[in-house]
């Protein structure tokens, strides 16, 4: 008995790790009737991930100095370090999202993101000269962004309309939380025996970690909608009586067979027709189209909310980046003291995130009820955002800028930033949230596109801040800024008025009944 039960033991771990390395698992249960502590795994686990980007972006920022001296590098090639990786966090989630949605696949991608990551990290922490460093970088932005794409198709996957906000609010707290950490982790990491080669190295653990979790205890997620979606359409015809006479189902068998030809002919017509539909249906899902994502920008729906997300986050990045410029010039911080600069911004994102989460789905249930409960995408926008890209972003921006300019207490730039990101955390998800609804069947690619736009204006604008900063000033450097979020508040608004009709013109009209 012993043996057969060690061997039935060993069967079921073989049959379970078979399971595991499925590319494409049968998903035969709808997700979104997954139980709460299932999802709220899945949720930690794309956290978890989404947080690489923006921790592996900045953690090795205080060791900078030390990399240019330690390498002998040129300023040129440290800045590419940094450029280049945000350059590559906008272009690779088109393809991780391109993939997923034509391969209909989740969890195999983000085990391959992961892989691809803590091996670049290594490589980060083992090269000898800045241009090894630069091309491991940009492997490593490649394999650090799938969840940022990938992330987004998950949610879809697992949470309806109605309750995705406070979800896409946490994902996004995870991606923008890193950013702000990053810089403290490796601030107390780089005064260490191995100075910046640390910072790498805790990335290669921490990669290892969620490499091994996600493996473990990630399932498939994808969500056939065709599949799982019921159709409510109410039947046209009332159901057979049972006390039908003999008689009348004679009569309809003996009509049944005097068919015209005319009639089975036209019949075997469309027949060969639908054939023949299903056939071109088959041969357009197998055509792979890696930029497939961008094309979803040529949708007006879908490129204002990701030029909203793309002037919020640019500004929030170009501030980070000038941030340790600033504070080490006017007030002399150390390394270790700069990335504690960066705790007023990771408050104000955790702040921003949770009032985010509590108020997001409410807004919007709300906006239905006064609708006698139909459903409008566009309410999605809810009425906390405006405050947000008129008032507090602007603010913050003005607030940190005219602070450095006169030189007044640095806490006043660090309660700013603070601010600003308190905004920015209400912004970001529900934008992104708004695409995830707006485009049923394609989350994966069209966060992809939104995360390119974003990325290219956070280095676009990071790399136009230091001149401008030299030129201008503080002070109205963050003016030009604060007048891109009130432009922002414009392309929302403009998007709230007439998304509905815009969505209609391009076929994204199922989700609400004809006016």
Request: with cysteine.
């Amino acid at each position: 008995m012993e043996p057969q039960s060690e061997n039935n033991k060993k069967s079921r771990f073989i049959q379970w790790l078979k399971s595991r390395l499925l590319i494409r698992p049968a998903v035969d249960r709808d997700p979104r009737l997954s139980s709460n502590k299932t999802k709220i795994g899945i949720l930690s686990i794309l956290m978890m991930q989404a947080s690489m980007p923006g921790l592996s972006s900045t953690i090795y920022f205080p060791g900078l100095p030390t990399i240019t001296s330690e390498l002998n590098a040129p300023n040129i090639a440290t800045i590419l370090t940094a450029a280049l990786f945000v350059l590559f966090m906008g272009i690779a989630p088109v393809f991780w999202g391109s993939l997923s949605d034509y391969y209909q696949t989740r969890r195999f991608l983000l085990i391959i993101a992961m892989v691809i990551f803590t091996a670049a990290s290594l490589g980060c922490a083992l090269i000898s000269n800045i241009w090894s460093l630069i091309v491991f970088r940009c492997i490593q932005s490649v394999g650090s962004s799938a969840a940022m794409a990938v992330g987004g198709g998950c949610l879809a996957d697992l949470y309806n309309v109605e309750n995705r906000g406070g979800p896409t609010s946490n994902l996004f707290l995870s991606m923008f939380i890193g950013p702000l950490i990053g810089p403290i982790i490796g601030g107390f990491l780089t005064i260490s025996n191995l100075t910046w080669r640390s910072t790498f190295l805790f990335c290669v653990a921490f990669g290892s970690f969620v490499l091994i979790i996600t493996f473990l205890f990630m399932p498939e997620t994808y969500r056939d909608n065709k599949k799982f979606d019921i159709d409510t359409t109410l039947p046209t015809t009332l159901p057979l009586s049972p006390v039908i006479s003999a008689t009348t189902v004679l009569e309809e068998h003996k009509n049944s067979e005097i068919f015209d030809k005319n009639d089975s002919a036209h019949f075997k017509n469309n027949k060969k027709c639908n054939q023949q539909h299903q056939q071109q249906e088959k041969i357009k899902k197998k055509t792979f189209n890696p930029i497939r994502p961008l094309l979803m920008l040529r949708y007006p729906h879908v490129l204002l909310p990701s030029l909203v997300g793309g002037i919020v986050f640019g500004s929030f990045f170009a501030l980070e980046a000038v941030l340790p410029i600033l504070y080490e010039e006017i007030y002399g911080f150390t390394p270790w003291e700069l990335g504690l600069c960066y705790l007023g911004g990771g408050v104000g994102s955790i702040v921003g995130a949770v009032f985010q989460g509590c108020v997001s789905d409410k807004l919007l249930l709300r906006a239905r009820e006064k609708r006698d409960g139909k459903h409008k995408i566009e309410d999605r926008i809810g009425i906390n955002l405006w405050p947000c890209c008129l008032i507090f972003i602007p603010a913050g921006l003005l607030m940190f800028g005219w602070s450095a300019e006169y030189k007044l207490s640095y806490w006043i730039g660090i309660v700013a930033f603070g601010i600003q990101t308190f905004g920015m955390n209400q912004v970001l998800p529900e934008t992104n949230a708004y695409l995830l609804d707006a485009t049923p069947g394609e989350g994966a690619s069209v966060l992809a596109a939104a995360t390119l736009v974003r990325m290219t204006f956070a280095c676009v604008l990071t790399l136009c801040a230091s001149p401008l900063l030299q030129l201008l000033g503080p002070g109205f450097l963050f003016v030009i800024f604060a007048a891109l979020s009130w432009i922002a508040a414009g392309l929302m608004l403009i998007n709230k008025i007439y998304g509905r009709n815009m969505r209609r013109r391009v076929g994204f009209e199922q989700d609400e009944e004809m006016d």
